[in-house]
């Protein structure tokens, strides 16, 4: 039998000074014990009823889990609702969590690809909960305290969505349910996420790292889920970026010009704020530049000209095709209906979603992509070797300031921040 109970609230209840109190209590929600129980005598109970469960914490909910033998489900249960319920963030796990978040954030600069994506996420959306990071002082500031008013302003049933697949009567089981958890305080509804508005001047930025590959995000904040269009900015998506070996941009940047190992772009339409498209890859310093003039070509020509009748079906045939995988499962189909209902979404929007995917036309590809794909309001980010990487490739078929021009705006040096204060060093 398996159980995910999934909570509404996350860390945008959290204020900055406190972030990372969302995923620290998640965590020590299963690692941390209980009022009655050791968080030793917790993991040995679990290991004994060969069930195994995980909390997990994040930017707008927290989800449990629990995994259990039909056979012995009831003792299970009783432990994970123990879990959830009686939290008692014994102080030697605390230690340890705080320990190892520590040893982590001493590491974020050690990879230039780690550089990338927290920076990358900061230039989305900037100091809102979607943008910001775990620092020393934000882990020295959570205390008990804190992880029990966390706790208790989101793990409560007032925000539980609970769903189960497995072996079991489902009459029994939601009997059974009704009584387990009759006696829980309700608490309160937690408040729904906030609208996160773009933070990020278009442009280029780079963080200069003495490393020998450049890694690249060219990104633009995009549809809202509920848009029209999001249908079709799938289908344009994969046929530019989205699609592995048959998209456009892997095909041109890694297949024609060999210029990286793995490039291509992503669709991401937002649930509470904008979406987000982006195009990524890694090349060699002296071929970063024209690997990006490669995308924009890309992304003006799927803006200029009409797809082939060809490139159209392969897209909407291989979005078809891998709806079902989202259900292939119980437990997976749950948690998509899970999620439609925590995030509001439509619910009729599966009944119709191949119909739609088998509506987008080659003119509804190229709308969408003038629609969303708009140089002049995204920016490029690149970590690497600078100086190298500014100049462009030995033939001269491209360098920074031809991708400036692209875009406009300007180009700008973002410092290497602090690992642990996340400030500019030197400053």
Known sequence: ISVTATFRGGGYLIPNENTGAVS????????????????????EAFAFLAATSDVS?????VTATLNS???????????????????????????????????????????????????NTTMLFGDSYM???????????????????THQSI?????????????????????YLSTKLHGWSPGSLSSSPPDVASSYVPGVYYIHQDVPQGGVRICIRTLRLGDPDVEAAEVMNY??????????????????????????????????????????YESKSETVALAAKLVFDEINRIKTELISDEDLALAKNATIEQFPSMFKSKSDT????????????????????????????????????????????????????????????VDGRANMNDIKEIIGGDITELPLRDPLTLEIKNQ
């Open 239 to 280: 046929i530019l970026g989205g699609g592995g070996f048959s998209s456009r941009i892997t095909q041109t940047v890694r297949s024609d010009e060999g210029l990286a190992y793995s490039a291509g772009s992503q669709f991401s339409p937002g649930v509470w704020s904008d979406g987000l498209w982006a195009a990524g």
């Open 69 to 119: 033998l039909s056979s012995n489900f009831e003792k299970s249960f009783d432990l994970f609702l123990n879990m959830l319920q009686n939290p008692a963030f014994q102080a030697s796990r605390v230690s340890l969590e705080k320990d190892s978040a520590l040893e982590g954030m001493k590491q974020r600069n050690d990879e230039s690809s780690a550089v990338l994506r927290r920076e």
């Open 24 to 43: 620290m209590m998640a965590s020590l929600l299963r690692s941390g014990g209980t009022t009655t129980m050791t968080a030793e005598e917790v993991d």
């Open 334 to 393: 749950l948690g998509v209906f899970v999620s439609d209902y925590l995030t509001n979404r439509d619910s009729s929007y599966w009944e119709t979603y191949r119909n739609k995917i088998k509506g987008v036309t080659k003119e509804d590809v190229r709308r969408v992509a003038n629609k969303i794909l708009k140089p002049e309001e995204m920016f490029v980010l690149v970590v690497g070797n600078w100086d190298k990487i500014k100049v462009g490739d």
């Open 155 to 175: 793990v409560n049933p007032t925000n539980l969505v609970l769903s189960i697949s497995g072996d079991f009567d489902k009459e029994n089981m939601l009997a």
């Open 131 to 149: 943008g910001r990071n775990i620092t020393q002082e934000t882990l020295e500031s959570i205390g008990v305290d804190i992880l029990r008013s």
């Open 57 to 61: 914490g994040g930017g707008t909910t």
